[in-house]
Each structure stands twice: as structure tokens, then as C-alpha cells.
DNA sequence: AGACTAATTAGGAATAAACCTAATTGCAAG
DNA sequence: CTTGCAATTAGGTTTATTCCTAATTAGTCT
């Protein structure tokens, strides 16, 4: 939970995000979309995998990653308690 | 948005949050529940409403800080809309 | 005013995050 | 087997976060 959103806490991370939602993507696509150093979208994508946002796979000589909507579905939900308890219009006990 | 999964990023700060949804309290009464200085819990305060997830005001003596939904809402905004165009089996275009 | 309580601001130390360059590993051809 | 491309790991610097104690501000009460 706490890798999660840390994850999610970082622009060039949720662009990552982002652009897999198209689909799978080589570390080098990712990459070369972003100013800075090639070993620094390394390090973004391993906290993205660390926090179980992305499964990355070798694809022959390159690796693809993939988004895991899993995880983002729990922080949704995570979210969405907060909202649905914090919410006076929306408590289902006191109608 | 930034400062926002920001500050979802630390577990005191979520917890904070997590008591906010029972109603609003005072900042001793949150420092109260946690094993660290009182001007720490303040800090995490301090993130939590320039991230727009609390709200602060003064009450007599104390100072009373109130959750804002609204800021989760966004959050969950941007969270859901990554599962809907994410989602293989979520696409209304190809049916 | 003076004393007491609530909370923040100031300043500083320890730890973690973000970024870089250089070196390394893993695969694919030739 | 060696050359070349894809990507990561290593090592180090800069900046940000987290936490502490001490000092300060703000409000209450006698």
C-alpha cells in the first residue's frame, strides 16, 4: 500500500503509467520518451514494479513492461472507502 | 495532484486522514495518537492541507482540522480513469 | 499583566529519493 | 567468438523528507 502510492507520487512515474495503458512497452520506448538518462527510467521502473504497477517481461534482446491494473484497482478502493465513510451524504446505516 | 499523491504517500498521514472521516478534530488530538513530537504531526498537517486534503480552523484555543472529500475525489478521478482506458474488457468503442 | 495550555515555526541531523556517468550483463547476429 | 544493441547495476552527488528539541505565537483565564 505505501509502495503504491509512493509509486503513484512522482509525475515521470505516472506518465509511465500513462503510456502503457496503450499497451506493452520496451524499457527503451519508455525511455526515450523522457530528458533525462536511460538508467534513471530504470530506477522509475522498478518502483513501479516494486509497488506491483508493472510486470515486466524479456522479450528477446528487450524487455517489455506492462501495466497491472490489479494494483491500481487497489488504491482505487482504498480511496473509495475513504470517500464512501467519509462522506455524511453517503452513509447506508442511518437512512 | 502531485502535492495530492504526495501526501498519500506516508502512513501517519493516511491514518490522519483515516480518523478524519468520524468528523473534524483538534491538532492535540491527533498528535495524541501517535508515538512521536507534536511538531512532526504538525508537519504531516501541514502536507495534508497544502495537498487540499484537510482544512484548518482556529476554534478558541485549538485549531480544528476537517477532511475534504473533495481532494480524495480527485485523486479517485484520476485512478479510475486509468482502470476504464487500462482495461482490455473496458473499451465501449469495440464492441 | 502573568501564568497556563494549544499549536506552530525555527533550526538541524539522519535517512531516503532522484539524478548523473561509467561499467556491466544479456541477447542476437555476423 | 566478437561486435553491437538493449537494459541494468554500481557508485556518487544533490536535493527532499522525516524527525527531533528549543523557541515562539496565539488564546484563555484569573
Redesign the interface.
Known amino acids: ?2 509502495l503504491l ?2 509509486a ?4 515521470v512515474r ?1 506518465r509511465i ?2 503510456m ?2 496503450a499497451g506493452p512497452l520496451a524499457s527503451g520506448d519508455i525511455a526515450a520518451e523522457f530528458d533525462m538518462a536511460w538508467p534513471t527510467v530504470t530506477g522509475h521502473l522498478t518502483a513501479l514494479k516494486e509497488a506491483g504497477l508493472v510486470d515486466a517481461e524479456r522479450a528477446g534482446a528487450s524487455i517489455r513492461y506492462r ?1 497491472n ?1 490489479s494494483a ?2 487497489e ?2 478502493a482504498f ?2 472507502d ?2 464512501r ?3 455524511p451524504a453517503a452513509k447506508p446505516q442511518e437512512t
Open positions: 500500500m505505501n502510492f509512493k503513484l507520487a512522482h509525475p505516472r503509467i500513462d502503457l495503458r501495466l491494473i491500481v484497482e488504491a482505487l480511496l473509495m475513504l470517500v465513510t467519509g462522506d
